[in-house]
């Protein structure tokens, strides 16, 4: 379940076209995070310290720990 991320956030080129698709990944990684996180058992996810109610706030990107 452990993913590379290969894409850098550094680039900005200012065209339309590279942020929806920019948008369209973000969102993507978004739904693979909830996905797998909603897979994993209540005890399990207390095995790493989360409870059901953190999963949104992870996949966005925004849990400060």
Excluded: Q, Y
């Excluded at 680039?11 to 996905?35: C, H, Q, V, Y």
């Excluded at 095995?47 to 949104?56: S, V």
Aim: charged share 30%; net charge positive; no cysteine.
């Amino acid at each position: 379940m452990a993913a590379i991320d290969i894409r850098t956030t550094s680039t900005k080129s200012g065209s339309p076209l590279f942020s929806f698709f920019g948008t369209i990944a973000t969102w993507n990684d978004e739904r693979m995070t909830r996905k797998a996180l909603n897979k994993l058992s209540a005890r399990e996810l207390d095995d790493i310290g989360l409870t059901r109610g953190d999963i949104e706030v992870i996949a966005k990107g925004n849990l400060i720990r």
